[in-house]
């Protein structure tokens, strides 16, 4: 049995789990993806597979003890550190309550780095000495949409997997096939946008034209009667922290079709909006353009790199250069 496994990630699951990877002792798995595609789904009908005491070919039991200490998150065997474990601290000792855990051992020891995105010296070394020295049979799982992070030693001892999206019309079909609200609710072209501005993400696109649709109207609206009367008094407007990421996210795919404009006529992120991105490459040179998009991504890595500092600053900082670049540059 398969349990909520999504389709797109069907085909990877099956050729992990029967390739003979297992049958080595201590080596890391590194699963390598290109948008948010959930790979901790995968990886956790992995986890299940490699744990269950009553496996038939690709399937578990979804029944063992193992199968339901997996379902409730509580198997001694196994942790799990996600964005939000603090590594140095929680590593050590969460490692080491699954190495002399002696309440119930299963033939491995699997430690998952969800969206592995950090490295230091002490955890680089850490890793290294489970993979090479640990007595039992220890599996570290990483996923990753870059596996620049994870150092020389340890990416030598690990087996690489990469999966890519799938194309925009196996992702329209599947969304047409399993919401039945947004098949009833949007036509193609902004099923298709929501895809394209969602980094072909088949999870965040539903998100997107579930949660976020209502938003994403009004935001394109004002970016439109910004540029249309004067940027500086109305962008503040838009300052709000949950859903910055998903304005500046926006702004850049509006900016990119107004590049292609009249260009590559074939694609465009916003289809369902090319009137507007026709109006404004009136009013943008592509100069000034390539100084905005270069202005957004200083405030990302400035966003990203200061965070104890006051982020309105930055902001502010970014919408002040903005409307200088359209008012004042040529
Ligand atoms: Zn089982």
Redesign the pocket.
Known sequence: MILNLYPWLINLYKEIILSNIFKRKNFGLIINYNTNLNVDNLVINII?WL?????INYK?????????LLNNSNHPNYYCFDKNSNISLDMVKNINKIFFNNLYISKYKIIYFSNFNFSNKFINNFLLKIIEDSFYNVIIIFSCLSYIKIPNTILSRCYKYIIFSPNENYILNWILNNYKNIKLNFNKFKILSSIRISNFSPLLSVYLLEKLWLLRKNFINNINFIFYKNISKYVILFYNNHLLEYYINWFLYILLDILRFNKFKIIYYNIDYIYIIKYLSNLLSINKIFLIIDEIFLFLNDFKNNLNFNKNIFYYKLIYNIFYIINFLK
């Open positions: 299940k744990f269950c005491n009553y496996k578990f039991c979804n029944k063992c003890i193992n199968c339901n």
